[in-house]
């Protein structure tokens, strides 16, 4: 009898907390924030760039009725770190309906960065608009937009490179042309949306910073243990956090949003504030 009622207590307790869990998943953590603050090691940068702060965040995929709150605390939290750069990693758009565009860019232009603010876009933006269609919102809204291009900062006298390709699933990434001109030894940021692009980074370009977004780090992921039930194309290998290979580096993010339902479980929306340091 005693064994019975500890088996019904059992199963009570079990569905109790599950139902929770869901609760959780749904209502709450993909509206919770969190912030990374991480050194991150760069071939090539020199002493007086020690230090350089870069605000990282990708995958919005902006739900105007959802998601503003959340990217408000975004803002505020960048503008109250004034980083020396801030970089937009792609995947603003949900789904393929671009009515969020415009809205989320009106929040983005509150960003503010010493040395300014720089965008890739990622699959979903590039399946449902062209490239250059997003590029020139971004600049009306104060945010260079890098495709398949990059630009050359003047940092206290010393060069530092923003490149920035295509998206990657479906997309025209063009490395030859990204960082074309750019001599190896300028400290250089990639944006790539899509982080297993980083192999191919490597090969182009050996001492790359590269940051990514694309894998929602898993977006639900089990507890302690870590694992991810799953896995998307061009982001199965570098789900999240740093990555070394020979002298160049990567670092991808959680993101912000969620695609399809909107859940996330064990895996909370992420800024990242990177500080650079020389490797
Ligand atoms: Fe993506």
């Not at 250089?188 to 192999?199: G, K, N, S």
């Amino acid at each position: 009898m005693r064994r019975r009622r500890f088996l019904a207590w059992s199963a009570g307790a079990l569905a109790a907390s599950g139902a929770g869990a869901v609760a959780y998943g749904f209502g709450v953590e993909p509206s919770w924030l969190s912030v990374t603050r991480q050194d991150v090691l760069m071939s090539n940068l020199p002493p007086a760039l020690d230090g350089l702060r870069v605000a990282f965040l990708a995958d919005i995929h902006y739900r105007p009725d959802d998601d503003a709150a959340l990217l408000d605390a975004v803002v505020a939290t960048v503008r109250a770190e004034n980083p020396d750069i801030v970089a937009l990693g792609g995947d603003y758009i949900l789904g393929k309906d671009p009515a969020g565009l415009e809205p989320m860019l009106k929040k983005l232009s509150g960003l503010t960065a010493k040395h300014g603010v720089y965008a890739v876009i990622g699959n979903h933006d590039g399946w449902t608009l062209p490239g250059d269609t997003i590029a020139k919102a971004f600049a009306r809204h104060g945010i260079e937009c890098l495709i398949n291009q990059h630009t050359i900062l003047n940092l206290k006298g010393e060069a530092f490179a923003v490149a920035g390709t295509d998206f990657v699933w479906g997309g025209h990434p063009d490395l030859g042309r990204t960082f074309r001109g750019l001599r190896q030894r300028v400290p250089t940021l990639a944006l790539v949306h899509e982080p297993d692009y980083f192999d191919h980074v490597v090969q182009a370009r050996d001492s790359v910073l590269q940051l990514s977004g694309h894998s929602h780090g898993g977006q639900c992921r089990v507890p302690v243990i870590g694992y991810r039930p799953r896995a998307v194309r061009w982001g199965r290998k570098y789900v999240y956090g740093p990555f070394t290979q020979r002298k160049a580096g990567l670092w991808v993010t959680r993101g912000l949003g969620t695609t399809g339902i909107r859940v996330r479980f064990a895996c909370r929306p992420e800024l990242a504030l990177l500080t650079l340091r020389p490797r």
